[in-house]
């Protein structure tokens, strides 16, 4: 099986629970601690085997990582496990799992070779914020539910408020109902990119 690696917990003797997001589960997993086993790391994409045991976590064993072209660009590689760490607390709750969370990975991983890392990582959140029917269109306050129509503020999940009704990184209206709307992030510049990043590691 294949699965990208979204936490990692340290148990006893160097052991690690290992949590996967594959195709059409999350698996968690056990990893026995030794020498000869390959590193793992939070992001990391990963073929694996699941063996059985007498606990209710299988063990995770004959692991081999597919590595990305862009796997040693530190600055590439650390956004990615920023953004890949906040699908565990989205998703841990659900059993079973649609298709489209693995592919949109592996869509990112192959996007994030020809553009910025960060512009990459928000085009493709906006799809999923779209596919879960959460990407907020209509411009309406959150708080204070009434439209906005200047320059605006996001909270967690991008969702928009008026700057006056929140204290937060101010954005250009326009800019981003272009943004969310064409799900191209040409037209924002560095700056904005940076900030709508730091909205996004607030939380899916
Ligand atoms: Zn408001």
Redesign the pocket.
């Known amino acids: 099986m294949q699965g990208y690696i979204i936490d990692l917990k340290v148990v006893k003797d160097d052991d690690l629970i290992v949590t996967l997001l594959c195709e059409n589960e999350l698996i968690t997993s056990y990893r026995f601690y030794g020498a000869r086993h390959s590193n793992i790391n939070i992001g990391y994409k990963i073929d694996f085997e699941l063996e059985k045991t007498k606990s209710s976590i299988p063990r995770l064993k004959d692991v081999i990582q597919l590595g990305f072209p862009w796997i040693l660009n530190n600055q590439k590689m650390y956004a990615w496990q920023r953004y890949l760490k906040l699908f565990y607390p989205h998703l841990k709750e659900l059993e079973d799992l649609e298709p489209f969370y693995f592919f949109l990975l592996d869509n990112l991983v192959s996007k994030i070779e020809k553009q910025n890392v960060l512009r990459a990582i928000l085009e493709s959140y906006l799809l999923l914020l779209d596919h879960e029917g959460r990407l907020h269109t209509d411009f309406e306050?959150?708080?204070?539910?009434?439209k906005?129509n200047s320059n605006l503020s996001m909270i967690r999940g991008f969702l928009p408020?008026?700057k006056?009704?929140i204290r937060g990184k101010v954005f250009d209206y326009k800019k981003i109902k272009e943004f969310f709307l064409t799900k191209k992030s040409i037209n924002l510049n560095d700056n904005e990119v940076e900030n709508l990043f730091e909205v996004l590691l607030l939380g899916l």
């Open positions: 306050c959150l708080i204070c539910e009434i906005i408020v008026h006056e009704c």
